[in-house]
């Protein structure tokens, strides 16, 4: 996984053709790139031993975690137990992973990046996505339609997590926002709502 930006990475490349660099980029290219420049930082693992997690680490082991689970549903047939229990997990997480992007990332991201429709696209699919939502949580697994409306959520959920990872994460630049500090306040306010919504 990715864990932010230094500054040795800073002295390998200017910010400004960091950013263009990146813009015109694959995903796949991206992270190979940033595996490239970890491996040549010889003090990046006493580093990142000392330092958080960074926002967009943080933010993206979230979305390969209810990737997974939106998966694994789609592969069950009759095991409504194990679907209950997915639909839980993957509702919850998803409350929370919003919750603290609207309140903590999404704010920093608009200073940073000025890209105020890719963030008011963004705080429109998380209230879509919360909607359908509120209407699973009332549903029984087995009921008509409920199947249904965990994969759209899923198909919903995966072309979000595809706009924050391909648009708006490369965005950000090495330099433009804390990313460390804000992986520690992500991950403190994560773990106080996973405490008060499963209460
Ligand atoms: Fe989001
Ligand atoms: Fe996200």
């Known amino acids: ?3 932010g930006f230094n500054s040795a990475t800073l002295t390998a490349y200017s910010i400004k053709g960091y950013i263009m660099a ?6 796949a290219g ?5 595996k490239t420049i970890r491996s040549q930082s010889p003090d990046r693992k006493k580093e990142t031993q000392a330092a958080s997690p960074s926002a967009v680490d943080l933010l993206e082991q979230d ?3 209810v990737e997974e689970w939106f998966d694994e549903y789609d592969e069950l047939k009759e095991d409504d137990a194990r679907k209950a229990e997915l639909a839980q997990k993957i509702c919850l ?3 929370v992973h919003a919750q603290i992007e609207e309140e903590i990332f999404y ?3 608009r200073e940073a990046t000025k890209d105020n429709d890719l963030i008011d696209e963004a705080v429109v699919e998380h209230a879509t996505v919360k909607n359908l939502i509120a209407e699973i949580e009332s549903m029984e697994v087995g009921e008509d339609l409920y199947d249904a409306k965990i994969r759209v959520l ?7 997590i595809k706009e924050e990872e391909e648009e708006l994460f490369p965005e950000l ?3 433009k926002i804390d990313l460390e500090g804000f992986g520690k306040e992500l991950a403190e306010r994560k773990e106080e709502l996973m405490a008060e919504m499963q209460a």
């Open 1 to 3: 996984m990715l864990s």
């Open 22 to 27: 990146t813009k015109a980029k694959t995903r």
């Open 30 to 34: 991206r992270v190979a790139e940033r």
């Open 63 to 65: 979305h390969r975690e």
């Open 93 to 95: 997480a998803l409350k």
């Open 107 to 109: 704010p920093q991201a």
């Open 154 to 160: 899923g198909e919903m959920v995966k072309q979000h």
């Open 173 to 175: 630049g090495p330099a």
